[in-house]
Nanobody, 127 residues
Framework: QVQLVESGGGLVQPGGSLRLSCTAA????????VGWFRKVPGKGGEGISS????????YYADVVRGRFTISRDMATSEVYLEMHNLKPEATAIYYC????????????????????WGQGTRVTVSS
């Protein structure tokens, strides 16, 4: 089982930025497609972004496109989610999730397609 660890969350004012990081203990993330999801307690999960293994395909939810960027560091086997111009509605727990299949435009948001996920990192956007 792949153990994922998210980090980088915290409290930020509206308009601020954060960079989330995802690593896999004992595994190379290069072998997986990686997605970022967020969840608010009491509500369903929301797909934010996904990145194929080669990083050649990237998908974003409309609500974050242009402000969030998913990227990979092949040297350290980390996947990042850079978030800029954060809004209060971005407050949630953010999870990275991995899958062995190629994420496609029609499937990247489907959490059922992902095989492993971490414990999440909390992001709070508030003044």
């Amino acid at each position: 089982q792949v153990q994922l660890v998210e980090s980088g969350g915290g409290l930020v004012q509206p308009g601020g930025s954060l960079r989330l990081s995802c690593t896999a203990a004992g595994y190379e993330l290069d072998a997986y497609a990686v997605g970022w999801f967020r969840k608010v307690p009491g509500k369903g999960g929301e797909g934010i972004s996904s990145n194929s293994k080669s990083a050649g395909r990237k998908y974003y939810a409309d609500v974050v496109r242009g402000r969030f960027t998913i990227s990979r560091d092949m040297a350290t086997s980390e996947v990042y989610l850079e978030m800029h111009n954060l809004k209060p509605e971005a407050t949630a727990i953010y999870y990275c999730e991995v899958r062995t299949t190629l994420p496609r435009k029609s499937t990247w948001r489907d959490e059922g397609q992902y095989d492993f996920w971490g414990q999440g990192t909390r992001v709070t956007v508030s003044s």
